[in-house]
């Protein structure tokens, strides 16, 4: 999405250096606050998107318009939504919804971007020439519109949305692991290993890989919020799932902003808080990761 | 430097080449099309075919490719179906909207986010650095259409302090004069109207913040980074071990040199906004590209969808151009190959 | 020949020239004439327009409108938008009286004629009009506008509607035979054969008198792909009582001014200039209304009528409805081919609890037929209307399909239709009641312009929603349209004889019975004709009526002399605001 997609996109202009220290890394990132409060909304976000039939009050897609727009109440913790159903169940249904999504985008965007990355940066050439041009005009489509078109032509459904948001981080993850394959082609290591007489595949396999992918497993960390939020905004425009009872924060938050003024209209909140928080919990940790794979901007 | 300008500009052939290709065989490829928005409910098949046969969709998809290409080539970029005006008439009378729009939002992005990634590159570590550090990704997280909603209905439904849709008071704005449709420039310059300006300044703040939030976390964060990175060099620890105050070194040193990279961003996010912000612009009524493209697409007006994209995405290729040659003018030690 | 004039039109003239009479500052007339309709949503109407305050003379209106206008070159209009506009700076031969679906009166023309055999009509013209180009509106002028219909230019060919749709087709397929200057102010028309609505059809703004030089000076007749062609953007020309001064922002604005040299001073403009600003969000138009940023709003959702009606600075006007919705079956696809089936969906669902959730506050009313309940031909409790759960099981059970059933019912995204107001909502309220019948619901939507109404209008949904705003009040424009057969290939089902691609309602009764109603030019007659044909269609079961919608719109108070109507013929010169609001 044009907006969702900025912080996305950011990764591109501010490569990360590839370090090989994983696991002081690691060690790092334990010692931000912020980060493990990332990894802790994380689980909260899959734990329950994973116990859902378990935890949740009611059955997510029963009720009747005759108890429509009920306050909440000790029966309905968050009240009932336009079509007499337990929002709070809705809500934790619903991370199912978006885990779903944004796990799904982002693998099928990092299997393709980085195979068209990994032949780009490797192969050069008038092949690289190409690819690029088709990540140039990628990247310079409106990312909404793109989007809307994907969806409207392969019908509607969460595979679809996820497909749609995944062909818009294709360009993203390829330009960032060929530039990073780049940059590590000529440097200082790799060229001791070629001196040492190392072949070029293993070179390719022990040394390039693992470093040029670290930029890419942080912009992934991003890339899984902005599904969330891009597959919220399409909803919200009205692209949500095929069975519009399966409960999604972004069609739950439309539904209950249009009835705005028949019921409790501050319902409308519930939904966009748990968008904000799982969210924030990839950023966080997205955030976190950038920092502790980063020599330059240790603390 | 005029070479590495030129191979960038023959650069842009082939792309929007592509581009015209790749969209217009999008754009078909979608069920449904602009005779259904044209007839509506209850249309015979006769009639959906002669809508059909007038509007050319019947050919086969090259030659309406070809056909397409051709008029570009003579500049016309062709009629809406829905409405039947050129899409470039349209485009240059909704563009202005779209551009004070997203001036006013890199205005609220760079005004608020400078000064806060410097503050916090400073205090690097500290409570405060956290907090903008939380705070901007808080803000990188909130959907905008929530945040447009909650602006929206907090600051104008409720308190009644500010407007929440629209570009102006019609009451109080005189469209008579110039008709460039710049509103910002035509009350404060050719109609010297103050009452005016505030009014057109006032209806932009709401849609301002809500699609400057984004960049504004953005840029905050690359300050950041960028500033941070600069304190460490050796020429800033060599002026203040010469002695130079704080506020020197900031304004000489540090600002100038962190500015490139941050330069760079506020090009490129601009260049996104430019892109027609359709939920703001939906959200506020804004008359402006992204509302109108959003409404084409509904409508399956596929001249106004081809024509408009392609519009926009040149531009944004034109803008990353422009960022791109400023970034080699400011940093000679760029080498262009 | 024997000269027919319709008991309406002598009736609605006479109050139309009682009424103008007066000097311009009297109250508009229509505010005193209650509206000839007698559907219940019409009483609003009287109540905005008190006899008792003086109108007054200038000021601006700011309308918030729901888009852009579309096209102004009048016989391309079709899009509400558009009618509303032009419905001010056009005028038309006959006039829907203010507030009514069916009552004629004068226009551009002062009275006319029909032949015995319906096929000839003479008008007789208004004298001393002029255009707001300061050309001449007379015979000629008319003969003109009138010949642009029958042979329409090629370019606009497809562009229209309500051309093709009045008249059938262009040049020497066109309903109109010929037309014929008798003198400067008389000139007749011949049809090709009689049609009974065709009266009525003339009051449509498309079939309003534009100017000829005008539309010459900008090139109208190339078509919207010439460039040269800037006729209704720079110059829509026209005799009504508001002209077009050259104030479009696309997006922003459209504004017209009042037409200082109207041809009928009593009936001049009351405001200067009236501002219509496109707010397509429903919330929006009305924050913008609570704000005062516009005084009056078109299309109020549902949901907000009660923040109106509860505000004592603002008022509701209700237009009476005119909109069908509802439920569709095709009777050429499993299970649905089965009467049985559909009489059980029919009785499954709980009308009136969807209509009080969908419809909140009066906006729509449960229905019981294609027609709406203020026509003639309505007959009550014509289609299944009752809710009886048992009696859906029980059909189920004895149907080709017993329990489960499965079925597959489409509803269209990205659209809000006046009948229609939240497709989505409405299936997901409904499929719990067709399962509690024995029904196995499959959902699946498309886009409404993407792809849905052309799915729909050829038959590739088994079940589905659709719906209708008639033009006007009879039902050749609803049902007529709705069960019209056609040889065309649709749904890939190549059909020898004639076949109704939508519905699958291929009853050749049915055919019968509404090609002679349609036909058929005594009203009387007519209307007895239609309800047997509605009896016909109703009992092969090919719908649910599901609601009967009007709409609304909600203004300040100081806005006075608005008459609503059901077919949006709305007339602004009759507006005025209080001095200083």
Known sequence: MATGNVALRQVLEEPIKGSSLWRDAGHRLLRTPSAMVGLFLIGLFVFVAVLAPIISPYNPTAGSIIHRFEVPSIQHLLGTDLQGRDILSRILWGARSSLWVSILSVTLGLLIGLFAGAISGFVGGWVDFWIMRVVDIMLSLPGLLLTITIVVFMGPGLNTIAFAIAIENVPIFARILRSSILGLKESDFTTAARSIGAKESRILINHIMPNALTPVIVAATLALATAIVDAAGLGFLGFGPQDPSTPEWGTMLTDTYRYLTSGAGFTALFPGIAIILSVLGFNLLGDGLREALDPRLKR | ?337 | ?581
Not at chain 3, 333 to 343: A, G, L, S, Y
Not at chain 3, 553 to 568: A, F, K, M, N, R
């Open chain 2, 1 to 337: 430097m005029l070479k590495y300008i030129v191979r960038r500009l023959l650069l842009l052939i082939p792309i929007l080449f592509g581009l015209s290709l790749f969209i217009i065989v999008f754009v078909h490829a979608l069920p449904g099309d602009p005779c259904s928005s044209i007839l509506g409910e209850h249309t015979s098949p006769d009639r959906l075919a002669a809508c059909r046969h007038g509007l050319g969709l019947d050919k086969p998809l090259y030659q309406q490719y070809f056909d397409y290409m051709n008029g570009l080539i003579h500049g016309n970029f062709g009629i809406s179906a829905t409405n039947r005006v050129s899409v470039l008439d349209s485009f240059v009378a909704r563009f202005p909207a779209t551009v004070e729009l997203s001036l006013a939002a890199m205005l609220v992005a760079i005004g608020i986010g400078v000064p806060l990634g410097v503050a916090a590159a400073k205090r690097q570590g500290s409570v405060f650095d956290n907090f903008a550090t939380v705070a901007s990704l808080i803000g990188i997280s909130i959907p905008i259409f929530f945040l447009g909603l909650l602006l929206a209905y907090v600051f104008g439904v409720w308190l009644h302090w500010l407007p929440t849709l629209g570009r102006v008071n019609h009451r109080l704005y005189d469209f008579t004069g110039a008709g460039t449709n710049f509103l910002l420039w035509e009350s404060l310059v050719i109609n010297r109207n103050i009452p005016e300006f505030l009014d057109v300044v006032s209806h932009l703040i709401l849609p301002a913040i809500a699609l400057g939030t984004i960049p504004l976390a953005v840029v905050a964060r690359i300050t950041r980074s960028a500033v941070l990175e600069v304190l460490n060099e050796d020429y800033v620890r060599t002026a203040r071990a010469k002695g130079l105050t704080n506020r020197r070194i900031d304004s000489r040193h540090v600002l100038r040199n962190a500015m490139l990279p941050i330069a760079t961003i506020i090009g490129l996010q601009t260049g996104l906004l430019l892109g027609g912000a359709v939920l703001t612009e939906t959200i506020f009524s804004w008359g402006g590209v992204g509302s109108w493209l959003f409404q084409a697409a509904v409508d399956k007006d596929f001249v106004v969808i081809q024509s408009g994209t392609l519009i926009l995405a040149t531009l944004f290729v034109l803008v990353n151009l422009t960022v791109d040659i400023s970034y080699a003018y400011l940093n000679p030690r760029i080498r262009y190959s």
């Open chain 3, 1 to 581: 020949m024997l000269r027919l004039r319709t008991g309406a039109l002598i009736a609605a003239a006479a109050i139309a020239f009682a009424a103008c009479s007066g000097t311009a500052t009297t109250a508009p007339q229509a505010s005193t004439a209650p509206p000839a309709s007698t559907a219940p949503g019409s009483s609003a109407a009287a109540s905005v327009a008190p006899s008792g305050p003086t109108a007054v003379n200038g000021g601006t209106w700011i309308f918030g409108s729901a888009s852009d206008p579309s096209t102004l070159d009048a016989i391309l209009i079709q899009d509400g938008e558009s009618f509303r506009i032009a419905q001010q700076i056009y005028e038309t031969l006959i006039k829907l009286k203010a507030g009514s679906s069916s009552d004629l009166e004068p226009g551009l023309a002062k009275s006319w004629d029909t032949s015995t055999d319906g096929l000839t009509y003479t008008f007789h013209l208004q004298t001393g009009v002029k255009f707001s180009d300061g050309t001449a509106f007379d015979a000629d002028a008319a003969v003109a506008n009138i010949n642009r219909w029958k042979n329409l230019p090629k370019p606009l060919q497809g562009d229209d509607y309500y051309d093709i749709t009045v008249f059938g087709g262009y040049g020497d397929n066109s309903l109109i035979k010929a037309v014929t200057k008798v003198d400067a102010a008389t000139f007749s028309m011949t049809l090709t054969k009689p049609k009974a609505d065709f009266l009525t059809a003339m009051t449509l703004i498309p079939f309003a008198m534009q100017s000829p030089t005008a539309l010459a000076a900008h090139h109208a007749d190339l078509g919207s792909k010439d460039p040269t062609n800037d006729y209704w953007q720079k110059a829509p020309t026209g005799t009504g009582p508001f002209m077009f001064a050259g104030d479009f922002v696309p997006g922003d604005h459209y504004t017209i001014v009042k037409n200082p040299n109207y041809w009928d001073p009593a009936n001049a403009a009351h405001l200067d200039k009236i501002t219509f600003q496109p707010i397509a969000d429903s919330a929006n138009r009305l924050t913008a209304l609570k704000s005062s940023t516009v005084d009056t709003i078109d299309f109020v959702d549902a949901t907000q009528l009660k923040d109106i009606s509860s505000d004592s600075s603002l008022q509701l006007l209700t237009r009476p409805p005119l909109a069908i919705g509802k439920l569709g079956f095709n009777q050429l696809q499993k299970p649905f081919n089965d009467i049985k089936v559909r009489q059980a969906a029919a009785y499954a669902i709980d009308k009136a609890a969807l209509i009080s959730a969908f419809f909140p506050n009066g906006a729509g009313t449960v229905a019981d037929s294609d027609l709406i309940n203020n026509m003639p031909a309505y007959a009550a409790n014509a289609a299944i209307s009752g809710f009886d759960a048992s009696k859906a099981k029980t059909l189920l059970q004895s149907s080709s399909c017993p329990p489960p059933c499965a079925i597959t019912f489409w509803y269209p995204d990205s659209v809000s239709r006046p009948y229609m107001l939240d497709p989505k909502g409405e299936y997901e309220a409904i499929k719990p009641m067709l399962e509690a019948a024995g029904f196995t619901v499959t959902p699946n939507h498309k886009p409404w312009h993407g792809g849905y109404l052309t799915d729909e209008a050829n038959g590739v949904y088994p079940m589905f929603f659709i719906g209708w705003i008639y033009d006007y009040a009879d039902p050749a424009d609803g049902p007529g349209l709705f069960y019209a057969t056609s040889t065309a290939d649709c749904n890939g089902i190549k059909q020898t004889a004639a076949h109704n691609c939508e519905f699958g309602e291929d009853n050749p009764a049915v055919a019968a019975a509404m090609n002679k109603a349609i036909s058929e030019p005594d009203l009387a007659t007519r209307t007895q004709d239609w309800k047997d044909a509605m009896t016909l269609i109703n009992a092969d079961v090919p719908d649910v009526p599901l609601v009967w919608a009007g709409s609304s719109l909600g203004s300040t108070i100081h806005v006075h002399g608005y008459i609503p109507s059901p077919t949006q013929s709305e007339y602004f010169n009759l507006v005025w605001k209080d001095a200083g609001s």
